[in-house]
């Protein structure tokens, strides 16, 4: 009566497909491997850096409003975890000549995670030759690849706002013919390349419509315009940091 309770007993503890033993003794015990979690990983520091002018700087709009800062507070949504810094050397009126030599003048370390460029419209205001932008064009943006850790998918190059639909501008065509030349040769020159080429002009030119992307001085993009500026650059922004 024991040996029968046994066998019973054996053939019940076991799992199906393993024979049942005459005996408790016989009975190998059944061992569970449980994997050991996923590691956390571990936060990142990512690094930003915005090099530009009156559009990058944010004149007439407060220092949160301006499109790099709202860059900034995307990804940190986007990337809770982890914490961004920005670095943005840009000043109202300058043209690619003052913006070579500003960067010059930096103790700037090759080691940004993301680099964007806007330059161009005071080359256009000013009456530079078109020749100075497709000469400094391109170095700007090879310097902006070798600060961005010699990698060119970290950098994002941005169209020239048209500021012709502005009150200031007061629909000039001349003023977007000439600004459509130079976005035209950056574009192209990114395309050709394969570096991130982002248009922003589109949003700029409904400024006589909805006054309200035109900033209170009448000429620069109100931080409505950049917000806008970023949904477009996010994305993009986004996939570079997920590499």
Excluded at 19 to 46: N, Q, R
Excluded at 66 to 81: H, Y
Excluded at 150 to 178: C, E, H, L, M
């Amino acid at each position: 009566m024991k040996t029968i309770f046994k066998v019973v007993l054996g053939c019940f503890l076991l799992f199906s497909g393993l024979s049942c033993s005459t005996d408790l003794d016989d009975v190998a015990p059944v061992v569970v491997s449980i994997p050991d979690p996923d590691p956390i990983p571990e936060p990142k520091a990512y690094s930003y850096l915005a090099l530009g002018d009156s559009y990058t700087i944010g004149e007439s709009v407060c220092e949160t409003c301006r499109f790099p800062e709202q860059l900034k507070s995307g990804l940190q949504s986007a990337f809770p975890k982890d914490s961004f810094s920005l670095e943005v050397i840009a000043t109202t009126g300058w043209t690619t000549t003052n913006l070579i030599n500003a960067i010059d003048t930096k103790n700037l370390k090759p080691n940004y995670d993301l680099v964007t460029l806007l330059i161009g419209v005071n080359n256009q205001y000013q009456r530079k030759p078109f020749s100075l932008y497709e000469q400094e064009f391109p170095e700007l943006v090879n310097t902006a690849i070798s600060l961005a850790k010699g990698d060119k998918t970290n950098v994002i190059v941005v169209s020239i706002p048209d500021y012709a639909y502005t009150r200031f501008g007061n629909g000039n065509t001349s003023i977007s013919t000439q600004i459509d030349s130079y976005n035209t040769f950056a574009k192209e020159y990114c395309l050709e390349n394969n570096i991130a080429f982002v248009n922003i002009t589109d949003i700029t030119r409904l400024g006589l419509i909805e006054t309200n992307l035109v900033a209170n001085d009448g000429l620069h993009p109100s931080a409505v315009a950049y917000a806008k500026f970023v949904e477009r650059i996010l994305p993009i922004a986004k996939t570079v940091l997920s590499l």
